[in-house]
């Protein structure tokens, strides 16, 4: 299956070749695409979401590495582009394999960074074919922001097994939380979803309890940013919420990663780094101010939900049930001092 969209393009040669990204902040209206020729251009539509998601941060940092070279400071430039934003390991984790080539070559750095995506996209199946039996026919899945095609360079991660189970001809329908104050819940997954002939019922992030208690809801799958060696896990603010719900309500609360978003450097999720961005995000959204002029906002974007409120990672190495470091690590097909 192909993702709805090319989100992450490279067009041209190493040398003289250039980045093409779809603009994520126009969506649902437009599919716009941004053109990124130095690496300011591509730090900048990382820093204000033009991509996001991480899997497809780090897919477009690996090109972004490219144009560092193409500009003639590769180490200086790909450590300025790592910094665009803290919490999804995926973009440090891209750059570090782009800088442990050891070559400023942009043909040989534009070959692995089309390794990256390729492994993204064989990585977003696999999680989709270990994922996919846990929807039952004729249920209810519940997901939060969007980790979806748009947020990888496949079919997503959080939506692989919804796309799996839709093309063995699984009837499902899914809740998406619209994700305050950004609102990529209603604006990125309920569009790629309802493209893909998908059911998606878009609901506020604050009417979840009702819908989980009303008895609609048979699992609940979310992405994550990054997952530290013990399986705590961060992803958009909002996901803890969920996990207590779902705990609450005795359904399943999933967490769909690649390899990629594992960073066995941290223990656990107190170490996350947490993005805090511009209140204004919250007061003044989408244009008009929704907060009297001045008030305070806090804007965390992401939260870390402890792994004992999580059923099972689905990872593309398979599900991940007994969520530990050991189990992790084995499943990961990790060596010991890699942790
Ligand atoms: O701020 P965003 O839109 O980059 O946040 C994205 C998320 O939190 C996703 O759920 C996460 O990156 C997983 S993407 C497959």
Redesign the pocket.
Known sequence: MQPPVNTIEWIGEADDGHLRLLD?TKLPGAVTYLDCRDVETVREAIKR?SV??????GVAAGYGCVIAAQQGDFLTLADHLASA?P??V?LIWAVTRMKALGSDDPGALLAEARAIHDEDIAM?RAIGEHGAALIEPNTGVLT?????AL??SGI????APMYIAHERGVPFRVFADE?RP?L?GAR?TAWELNRAGIDVTVLCDNAAATILRSGQVQCII????RIAANGDA????G?YNLAVLAKHHAIPFYV???TS?FDFDLPGGNAIPI?Q?DPMEVTHGFGPPTAPDGVAAANP??DVTPAELITALITDRGLIRQINTEQIRQALGLSPQAL
């Open positions: 994520q979401l996001r998601g991480a899997p497809a941060i934003r919490t999804a995926n977003c939060h922001c969007n980790a979806g947020a990888t997503g991660t959080a939506t994700t950004l990529q990125l979310t992405g994550a940013d961060a992803n958009k603010i996901t769909a990663a690649p978003t993005e961005r974007a992401f």
